[in-house]
C-alpha cells in the first residue's frame, strides 16, 4: 500500500530501513523520482545531506514550511530550523 501522504521538500519524513532505522528527517529535494535528500539538522546537515530510497521512507503529516520552496537561506539557518520544526512535531528529544 502506497502512503497516502506525498513525499515533498519540507515533509518530515521516518527512515524505516538501513543503520538510521526510526530517525527523522526534513526533506530538502527530489534529485530523482526514487531518491530524496534529507537532513536531521544535526548528524545530517543541510551541507552533506542523506540520500535515502523513497521506499524507505515514511511519510509523515507535518512539513517545516521554512524548506517547502527552494532553501534559499543559509545552511545553519535552515538546520536550526530543521531541529526546531522536528522537535515541534515531537521527533526530536531535545
Known sequence: ?????PIEAGRIVIS???R???TAYAVLGLPSEDR???A?????TCD???KKNVRHLAAKP???PELAGSP???PRRLDEAIRRGLKAAGYLAT
Open 40 to 44: 536531521d539538522g544535526r548528524s545530517r
Open 1 to 5: 500500500m502506497r502512503n497516502p501522504v
Open 16 to 18: 524505516k530501513a538501513g
Open 72 to 74: 534559499a537561506a543559509e
Open 36 to 38: 530524496v535528500l534529507v
Open 62 to 64: 507535518e512539513r517545516i
Open 20 to 22: 538510521d532505522r526510526g
Open 48 to 50: 552533506h545531506p542523506k
